[in-house]
């Protein structure tokens, strides 16, 4: 995944892409001194925040620098009235993830600390997601509240359990290639083009600002809803996931007229027999196609077993770059697999944590990322 979006971020000129910007508000007693620390050590305790790539011969080599000093800004922001704060809060993320990394420089990653009111701060932490999934981020949160409390008591951080991302590093290295060639050569035989977006015309010029701010829709399910799909899906044996992406592929194969759609999804990465893997900090999630025929006559419950099937044997053979598994099909070179990418995210967030007892007064969290794709379904 990391070799994909390098190659993404190197290829198109768009400030921005894959830039994650982790937003945090606090209310409260914030020890700065304390919190500042704690995070430059989280940076001296985990070497693939310390990580920056360079290109040799056409090809990525990631670099971990020994030491690297963390960037950390802080602003005032108290003589802003109310209604302004927030303006100027989306105006400064704006310009924040248009000035994006320089991906050879180490740390790809800063922070942002404004001062709102009396014990009123807002936080921004801005990194590239090369370094990072989903899964690491309650992971590093947890490590930060522990370096944090030892700070503001004067003692020593706790020794990490953490195992080094290294250690994934070396066993994807050793893993034999072949099976997993065969595997998605013959999966993705006879697919020859992504399936089409049901876009007009007149919507195919956006403006530059369009193209740097997509636009978001959010949807909440009822709790009837939900406890009536989890109900049949229980009785069906089928996953929640496999019932989002058949919804998901009936729904493009509608508006494209497609029978045989492939839409992009992200696998944790994390099923790989490691010890210790579900600790460690770093990225391991990976982009796939997912592979539907669509039979006129087919029925659901059939056609969703089908796919549960199918997404087994894909998370066996998951682990091979997505720029090779598209050097295997018969998609043109220049085009994308797929248009559409589909998210389920189902890891912790800060609200597992015990935030009082951690004595970081965080009242709220939000996550902002930016990919290559023109549409991606999020369900968390």
Not at 20 to 29: C, H, K, P, S, W
Not at 131 to 146: N, Y
Not at 307 to 322: K, N, R
Request: hydrophobic share 45%; charged share 15%; with cysteine.
């Amino acid at each position: 995944m990391q070799q994909g979006m390098l190659f993404h971020s190197a290829y198109v000129a768009e400030a921005g892409l894959y830039l994650e910007q982790l937003q945090l508000t606090l209310n409260g007693t914030l020890n700065i001194d304390a919190f500042q620390r704690a995070w430059q050590q989280l940076i001296d305790r985990h070497e693939v925040l310390r990580t920056c790539f360079i290109w040799q011969r056409d090809q990525p080599l990631q670099v971990v620098l020994k030491q690297v000093t963390l960037p950390w800004h802080s602003d005032d922001w108290q003589h802003l009235s109310a209604e302004a704060q927030p303006l100027a809060l989306q105006s400064w993320l704006r310009r924040d993830r248009q000035t994006g990394f320089e991906i050879t420089q180490a740390p790809l990653m800063r922070c942002q600390l404004m001062l709102l009111g009396k014990q009123r701060y807002q936080f921004i932490w801005t990194h590239h997601h090369a370094l990072l999934d989903g899964w690491s981020l309650p992971l590093l949160l947890e490590d930060l509240i522990a370096l944090y409390r030892a700070n503001c008591q004067g003692q020593p951080g706790p020794l990490s359990h953490r195992r080094p991302y290294q250690t994934y590093v070396a066993w994807l290295q050793q893993q034999d290639r072949q099976p997993l060639k065969a595997y998605w050569q013959q999966t993705l035989q006879g697919f020859q083009g992504p399936t089409p977006l049901p876009t007009h015309a007149a919507t195919r010029q956006p403006s530059s600002s369009a193209i740097a701010e997509p636009q978001t829709h959010t949807h909440l399910l009822s709790t009837e809803l939900t406890a009536r799909l989890q109900t049949w899906l229980r009785q069906q044996r089928l996953s929640l996931a496999t019932l989002i992406y058949g919804a998901w592929g009936i729904l493009l194969s509608r508006y494209s007229g497609e029978a045989d759609v492939v839409v992009g999804i992200t696998v944790s990465g994390r099923s790989v027999p490691l010890a210790g893997i579900e600790d460690m900090v770093g990225l391991f999630i990976n982009t796939l196609p997912l592979r539907m025929t669509l039979l006129a006559r087919a029925a659901c419950g059939a056609f969703l077993k089908q796919i549960q099937q199918t997404l087994q044997d894909l998370q066996a053979h998951s682990y091979l770059p997505q720029v090779e598994i598209q050097s295997l099909s018969d998609v043109a070179a220049g085009q994308s697999l797929f248009q559409t990418l589909v998210v389920i995210e189902n890891f912790a967030t800060a609200q597992s944590f015990d935030l009082e007892q951690a004595g970081l007064p965080i009242a709220a969290m939000a996550v902002r990322a930016r990919t290559s794709y023109p549409l991606v379904l999020a369900v968390v």
